[in-house]
C-alpha cells in the first residue's frame, strides 16, 4: 500500500525491538545525525570532507625503495664572495628525494650531528645560503629525560628541513623537575619563546619521538587552518588518525611518520582521562592557554644543534574536579604566527 500525500513512512527496524512508528522514525533519524557526526569528526570539518573526497588521485611513493636523508645535501652551495642580491627559493625545492631511510639501531652522537650539519648556526637556526626561503618555520619540541630520542631527531630532523629551503629555527623546551610532564604548556612556552628571537610565520608543534619518512611533507603552514602533518605512524599501521576540527593534511602517502618506541617513564603516563580534556577543549580554549601562561626561564641557552629552554612551569593543578594536564601524544600540528 501507497503512503497517502503529505505522509512520510520510517523504515522498519528487525523484529523484537518493540518500537512504535514515530519511535521508530525518532531513533533512525538519531542514528542518522550520529553517523554524519561521526563522519564530520573523523574528516575534520566541511571543507576537509570536501578536499578528501574532491581532492583527485594521491601520489603513489614506494617505500621500499629509500634514500639516506642527507641525500643531496652536499649540492646546496654556498655563494661565491660578494654575491648581494638572492633570488627567491623555487616554488618547488630541487633537493627532494622522496621516501627515507629511517632506522634506530645506532644512536648518533652530537658531534656527528654537527659534523654533517655545517650550514647549522648556533641555536638551530638555517638560513638557505644560495636563494632567499619563502618561508620562516619554527620547530617547537617539548622535552624531558628523552637524550637519545633527541639525537635521533637531531640527526634526521636537519637535513628535511634544509633540503626544502627553508629558513628554520630548532627549539627544545625542557621541563625541569620532576612534576606530570605537561606537553601543551611546553608547547605555549616554545610558541612565546621562539617569537621573541625571529618574526617566524609558521609555527611546527612536534614531537621528539616522531621523524617524518617522506621529505615531500613540507613543513610549511596552510594559510587558512592548522595543518596536522602526521597522519599516518608506524604505530598505528599507517592509517588515517581521528581529528575534530577544520585542519589541513598532506596526502596519506606523504604524511608518514617512524615513532621511536620506548616505554612511558615515570610523571609521564598515559592520562586515561585525556580523551575528556580533548572534549572540553572547545569550552576552555579562550581562559586557558597563551593567555594565561606562566613560568620561570631557568635557561635560555644556543646549543650547537638547537636552542635550550629550560622552564619551571609549576606543579600540576591538584584542585578538585582539574584533570591532569596532559594532551593526545602523537600529533604533529603546524600553526601560522599571525596573531600569537
Same mark, same amino acid.
Given at each position: 500500500?501507497?503512503?497517502?500525500?503529505?505522509?512520510?513512512?520510517?523504515?522498519?527496524?528487525?523484529? /523484537?525491538?518493540?518500537?512504535?512508528? $514515530?519511535?521508530?522514525? +525518532?531513533?533512525?533519524?538519531?542514528?542518522?545525525?550520529? !553517523?554524519?557526526? &561521526? *563522519?564530520?569528526?573523523?574528516?575534520?570539518?566541511?571543507?576537509?570532507?570536501?578536499?578528501?573526497?574532491?581532492? /583527485?588521485?594521491?601520489?603513489?611513493? $614506494?617505500?621500499?625503495? +629509500?634514500?639516506?636523508?642527507?641525500?643531496?645535501?652536499? !649540492?646546496?652551495? &654556498? *655563494?661565491?664572495?660578494?654575491?648581494?642580491?638572492?633570488?627567491?627559493?623555487?616554488?618547488?625545492?630541487?633537493?627532494?628525494?622522496?621516501?627515507?631511510?629511517?632506522?634506530?639501531?645506532?644512536?648518533?652522537?652530537?658531534?656527528?650531528?654537527?659534523?654533517?650539519?655545517? *650550514?647549522?648556526?648556533?641555536?638551530?637556526?638555517?638560513?638557505?645560503?644560495?636563494?632567499?626561503?619563502?618561508?620562516?618555520?619554527?620547530?617547537?619540541?617539548?622535552?624531558?629525560?628523552?637524550?637519545?630520542?633527541?639525537?635521533?631527531?637531531?640527526?634526521?630532523?636537519?637535513?628535511?628541513?634544509?633540503?626544502?629551503?627553508?629558513?628554520?629555527?630548532?627549539?627544545?623546551?625542557?621541563?625541569?623537575?620532576?612534576?606530570?610532564?605537561?606537553?601543551?604548556?611546553?608547547?605555549?612556552?616554545?610558541?612565546?619563546?621562539?617569537?621573541?628571537?625571529?618574526?617566524?610565520?609558521?609555527?611546527?608543534?612536534?614531537?621528539?619521538?616522531?621523524?617524518?619518512?617522506?621529505?615531500?611533507?613540507?613543513?610549511?603552514?596552510?594559510?587558512?587552518?592548522?595543518?596536522?602533518?602526521?597522519?599516518?605512524?608506524?604505530?598505528?599501521?599507517?592509517?588515517?588518525?581521528?581529528?575534530?576540527?577544520?585542519?589541513?593534511?598532506?596526502?596519506?602517502?606523504?604524511?608518514?611518520?617512524?615513532?621511536?618506541?620506548?616505554?612511558?617513564?615515570?610523571?609521564?603516563?598515559?592520562?586515561?582521562?585525556?580523551?575528556?580534556?580533548?572534549?572540553?577543549?572547545?569550552?576552555?580554549?579562550?581562559?586557558?592557554?597563551?593567555?594565561?601562561?606562566?613560568?620561570?626561564?631557568?635557561?635560555?641557552?644556543?646549543?650547537?644543534?638547537?636552542?635550550?629552554?629550560?622552564?619551571?612551569?609549576?606543579?600540576?593543578?591538584?584542585?578538585?574536579?582539574?584533570?591532569?594536564?596532559?594532551?593526545?601524544?602523537?600529533?604533529?600540528?603546524?600553526?601560522?604566527?599571525?596573531?600569537?
Amino acid at each position: 500500500m501507497l503512503p497517502t500525500p503529505g505522509t512520510m513512512r520510517c523504515f522498519s527496524l528487525p523484529s /523484537g525491538w518493540g518500537l512504535p512508528l $514515530d519511535r521508530q522514525c +525518532t531513533f533512525g533519524l538519531l542514528l542518522a545525525s550520529q !553517523l554524519l557526526f &561521526l *563522519l564530520y569528526y573523523t574528516f575534520g570539518g566541511i571543507r576537509s570532507m570536501a578536499l578528501q573526497m574532491w581532492r /583527485g588521485p594521491q601520489p603513489a611513493w $614506494d617505500y621500499s625503495r +629509500t634514500q639516506d636523508v642527507y641525500t643531496n645535501l652536499s !649540492l646546496i652551495q &654556498l *655563494l661565491l664572495p660578494g654575491t648581494h642580491h638572492l633570488a627567491y627559493c623555487p616554488q618547488k625545492p630541487p633537493y627532494l628525494v622522496g621516501p627515507l631511510a629511517i632506522a634506530f639501531n645506532r644512536t648518533p652522537s652530537l658531534d656527528e650531528i654537527r659534523d654533517r650539519n655545517r *650550514l647549522v648556526t648556533p641555536g638551530g637556526f638555517y638560513t638557505p645560503p644560495n636563494c632567499q626561503a619563502r618561508h620562516r618555520t619554527a620547530v617547537i619540541v617539548p622535552h624531558r629525560h628523552r637524550e637519545p630520542h633527541l639525537r635521533h631527531f637531531l640527526y634526521y630532523i636537519h637535513p628535511f628541513l634544509q633540503r626544502q629551503q627553508l629558513q628554520y629555527g630548532l627549539y627544545i623546551i625542557h621541563q625541569a623537575g620532576n612534576e606530570t610532564f605537561n606537553r601543551a604548556k611546553l608547547l605555549n612556552v616554545g610558541v612565546k619563546e621562539a617569537m621573541k628571537d625571529e618574526d617566524w610565520d609558521c609555527l611546527y608543534l612536534h614531537d621528539v619521538d616522531l621523524i617524518p619518512e617522506n621529505d615531500h611533507n613540507i613543513y610549511t603552514c596552510d594559510p587558512s587552518h592548522p595543518k596536522h602533518v602526521s597522519i599516518a605512524m608506524n604505530k598505528f599501521g599507517y592509517q588515517l588518525q581521528l581529528a575534530g576540527m577544520t585542519i589541513s593534511r598532506p596526502p596519506l602517502s606523504v604524511g608518514r611518520y617512524k615513532m621511536i618506541k620506548h616505554n612511558s617513564d615515570r610523571g609521564n603516563e598515559q592520562n586515561p582521562r585525556r580523551f575528556d580534556l580533548l572534549l572540553r577543549t572547545r569550552r576552555s580554549w579562550t581562559q586557558d592557554g597563551m593567555n594565561s601562561l606562566v613560568y620561570t626561564t631557568l635557561a635560555h641557552q644556543r646549543h650547537p644543534l638547537f636552542t635550550n629552554v629550560t622552564v619551571d612551569i609549576g606543579p600540576a593543578p591538584r584542585r578538585p574536579g582539574t584533570l591532569r594536564p596532559q594532551t593526545h601524544k602523537g600529533s604533529l600540528v603546524s600553526l601560522r604566527a599571525a596573531g600569537v
